[in-house]
């Protein structure tokens, strides 16, 4: 029996729940005191009700909200992590760990610029500026994990701010591009040594996009015909290097080629960018 335990004294904020006529329930915090006679005896207690369901059902959105945002988090396919003001990390995903090649709970308290090779110190020390001018912004930064692997991110980095305008820290997204890289450097010198294997041919070769505008020649190409490779990269078109007398034909055979993908070939007149006509 509350109010035999409580005898004199005054009692406060006793949650309970309170069902209504209809069976709803309301969420209450419950006080009373008690009125005495002139003898002295407690006659009574004097309740007070105050409806908490609403505050309650807030309180269980909020709960839920922060639940969803903390498997947001960790299940998000890429790296997240939450920075102070100074870039040391407060909260991380797995995957982010994962990327900086740490045990789960190894980024804890631990600073960005642990991680960052020597010679881009400097590009996160105006990153950080940026962001306390609460810029966005998203850069590729290299890292070393502790085992000593070094791997290219993308990192994509927006500043946190309280409720009164004041930087609090940054939310950054981190990629991992370290095979998309390497492939692009893969790609990059495979296209080199082509471009090296075509300019030591003895025979003219171009590339064209699909209208015919000229996208490379070989060394030999701009030899013979006398254009520099400025005036090649401003779009010269095939047919400005055939007579004009072999246009027609000429222009045929590379509409068969386009849209049919039939190989084709033909003995033409070319015509060097001085006038000068050669087989």
């Keep these: 029996n509350i109010f035999s335990d409580s005898g004199y004294k005054k009692i406060d904020q006793l949650k309970t729940i309170l069902r209504s006529k209809t069976g709803k329930e309301i969420h209450v915090v419950l006080s009373w005191n008690p009125y005495l006679n002139n003898d ?21 959105a909020y709960k839920e909200s922060k639940e969803n945002y903390r498997l947001f988090i960790e299940n998000h396919g890429e790296g997240i992590g939450i920075v102070d003001k100074d870039e ?8 982010a760990e994962q990327i900086f090649g740490v045990a789960p709970g190894g980024l804890a308290n631990r600073n960005l610029k642990d ?6 110190f400097q590009k996160i020390l105006e990153e950080t500026k940026k962001r306390s001018q609460l810029v966005k912004s998203a850069y590729e930064v290299d890292i070393i994990t502790p085992a000593g692997e070094v791997r290219n991110l993308l990192v994509t980095v927006t500043p946190q ?6 930087h609090t820290g940054n939310f950054g997204v981190f990629r991992d591009i370290t095979e998309l890289k390497r492939t ?7 296209e080199q040594k082509y471009h090296d294997l075509v300019n030591f041919l003895p025979t003219a070769i171009y590339e064209s996009d ?3 505008n000229l996208i490379f020649t070989n060394q030999t190409g701009i030899e013979w015909f006398g254009y520099t490779e400025e005036e090649i990269g401003n779009g010269l078109h095939v047919l400005q290097f055939i007579a004009p007398q072999h246009r027609q034909r000429a222009s045929a055979n590379y509409l068969a080629i386009i849209q049919h993908n039939k190989i084709s070939s033909g003995e033409y007149l070319a015509l060097k960018k001085t006038g000068a006509l050669f087989a």
Excluded: A
């Design 88 to 95: 040391n990390f407060i909260l991380t995903n797995p995957v």
């Design 40 to 60: 002295g005896e407690i006659e009574g207690y004097c309740l007070f009700f105050k409806d908490m369901t609403q505050e309650k059902m807030l309180d269980g």
């Design 210 to 212: 699909l209208n015919g």
């Design 161 to 166: 701010i309280d409720r009164e305008g004041n």
């Design 115 to 120: 991680f960052i090779v020597p010679e881009q």
């Design 184 to 190: 692009e450097e893969e790609l990059r010198q495979s």
